[in-house]
């Protein structure tokens, strides 16, 4: 059974950066982030693949940046953090059969 845990949610200013980290246990095929913002539907930040391919959606591409540790962590960082982005970050780690979410992290961008 894989397991995704989130980290690093939490207060930030706006103007400052975000980093999270998302550990998976199992073996995947692709790991992403994502976010749910008040009053809309979850929407894709990144996503990266086991060879390192990182994919993004056209409008996360300028401040969103997915990186992996190592086959079981995953970071995310954004830059200049609007009021906007305050919302529930969460983690997906795919199998070839199965998707899997961890319970997310609260972000609070305050202004």
């Known amino acids: 059974q894989v397991q995704v845990v989130e980290s690093g949610g939490g207060l930030v200013q706006a103007g400052g950066s975000l980093n999270l980290s998302c550990v998976v246990s199992g073996s995947t095929i692709s790991i992403g982030w994502y976010r749910q913002v008040p009053g809309k539907e979850r929407e894709l930040i990144a996503l990266i693949l086991n060879n390192g391919r990182a994919n993004y959606p056209e409008s996360m591409k300028e401040r969103f940046t997915i990186s992996r540790a190592n086959a079981n962590t995953v970071y995310l960082r954004a830059k200049t953090v609007k009021p906007e982005d305050t919302g529930v970050y969460y983690c997906?780690?795919?199998?070839?059969?199965?998707?899997?979410w961890g319970q997310g992290t609260l972000v609070t961008v305050s202004s």
């Open positions: 997906n780690a795919k199998t070839s059969w199965t998707s899997h």
